[in-house]
């Protein structure tokens, strides 16, 4: 793959260039390359490439400080290429990587347009070239070749799977697929959102981890789509584990902060997500909850005269809330009850 990535400019205005820097793998594979950092009164958009790695790598870009510590913004797989990513002023692109020959020497091309003014904002591309490069060794569990729309499917995951991946191509031009539900039987999901991951062969991808509870056993698949040709199904098992910032790779974002000031619910947010943190903060006389789908998961009880209390929730990894779920806060009345919640979709 050649150092040279297209022009990404957004105006006329637009200065493009590519910056190329070059890096050391660890002993132990990974790599670090520092990019663009954002300059006041301009806005940097970038594409990303490390041509010369091995399908095996995968990387990820954040948004933060040179250490690499910020928000996730995507990741990718070998050399393929990735983006757009916008960097703003006090932001520092970050690639890190793993998967690399131990000392190996890398470059990382970052393709670079620097535009002034009010410049659209973009989304980098869902990437599943990072999925390919952690495929362990699936085998085909289930092959449906002619799927009908809401047709409640039942299938076993084997021994020893600890990921599912199933690959959804519509056969007609109706529509790729709205929603995947997968689930025991017994409404205890795991996964039912939109698949978001389009598939390097063709269609749509939905990743699942098995949690280590659940254990070999019946499960069942309900696609929802509008094709009415139907779709090619396939469900894949794999007993490599993969990481999760690899499939749940949604950019992370903060939802409006709400403040209840009397007796009441207030919804804070509504799914599909994956949950990274909260927080809910009562003030002195007051009772405050967050509730999760409905669980109440948290509770803040202030005496008269007594402090603020701030309370802070981290989501254990895979904590997905399902599309028409919520997260709220609760006030048994005055003064004030807040809360706010971080996620991100998928």
Do not use: H
């Not at 933060?64 to 960097?87: E, K, L, M, R």
């Not at 040709?229 to 709400?258: H, K, M, R, W």
């Amino acid at each position: 793959m050649s150092d040279t990535l297209p022009g990404i400019g957004t105006t006329a205005g637009a200065q493009a260039a590519n910056n190329v820097v070059a890096a050391t793998a660890t002993a132990t594979g990974t790599i670090t390359f520092v990019g663009p950092q954002g300059i006041q009164g301009s806005v940097i958009t970038a594409v990303i490439t490390v041509p010369n790695a091995p399908d095996t790598a995968v990387f990820t870009a954040t948004l933060g400080t040179i250490g690499g510590q910020g928000v996730i913004v995507d990741t990718w797989g070998g050399g393929s290429t990735a983006g757009q990513f916008q960097v703003l002023v006090g932001q520092t692109l970050v690639v890190t990587g793993t998967g690399l020959a131990q000392g190996g020497s890398y470059t990382c091309t970052f393709g670079l347009v620097t535009d002034v003014g009010d410049v659209q904002v973009v989304i980098p591309t869902p990437n599943s070239s990072a999925i390919v490069a952690q495929l362990g060794q699936p085998v085909t569990i289930l092959t449906i070749p002619k799927y009908v729309s809401g047709t409640l499917t039942q299938f076993a995951i084997p021994i020893g799977v600890k990921t599912l991946v199933v690959q959804i191509i519509d056969l007609g031009a109706g529509g790729l697929a709205t929603n995947v539900l997968i689930n025991n039987g017994n409404a205890f999901p795991l996964y039912n959102q939109a698949p978001y991951l389009p598939s390097p062969f063709g269609g749509q991808w939905v990743v699942v981890p098995i949690p280590p509870f659940y254990g070999p056993n019946s499960s069942f698949i309900t696609i929802t789509g509008p094709d009415a040709s139907g779709y090619l199904v396939t469900i894949y098992g794999d007993t490599a584990q993969y990481d999760e910032s690899v499939f749940y790779n949604g950019v992370a974002q903060s939802a409006p902060l709400v403040a209840v000031t009397g007796a009441g619910t207030t919804t804070l947010l509504t799914g599909p997500a994956r949950l990274l943190t909260a927080f809910l903060e009562a003030a002195p006389g007051v009772t405050g909850f967050l509730i999760v789908s409905g669980q109440y998961i948290a509770r803040v009880d202030v005496p008269v005269g007594g402090n603020t209390v701030v309370a802070p929730i981290t989501f254990p990894p895979n904590y997905i809330l399902p599309a028409g779920n919520t997260v709220a806060v609760q006030s048994t009345g005055a003064p004030i009850v807040s809360g706010g919640v971080s996620y991100a979709y998928p």
